[in-house]
């Protein structure tokens, strides 16, 4: 597979688990009433930065394809 389609695609991945983290973290509960199903803060920052850091590791992945990508043009042309 292409490495900058994987490095796309973990990107895309990496900005859901983000997503749903923050989705989660939205709807706690405010208050101490029992509204709500209860979530562990602590464990949604430990997802919000594991996608934080995917992203960040795809990223450098998408930019390190498109270099071999363009030195392979250089070379061949």
């Known amino acids: ?7 796309t695609d973990g990107m895309a991945r990496a900005q859901a688990s983000v997503e749903r983290s ?4 939205a709807r706690a509960p405010t208050s101490l009433d029992g509204g709500g199903d209860a979530i562990s803060l602590s464990d949604e920052m430990v997802n919000l930065m594991i996608g934080q850091n995917a992203y960040a590791m795809n990223l450098k992945m998408l930019k390190a394809g498109a270099e071999l990508q363009r030195k392979l043009i250089d070379i061949l042309a």
């Open 1 to 7: 597979m292409n490495p900058i389609n994987m490095a």
């Open 22 to 25: 923050a989705n989660r973290i």
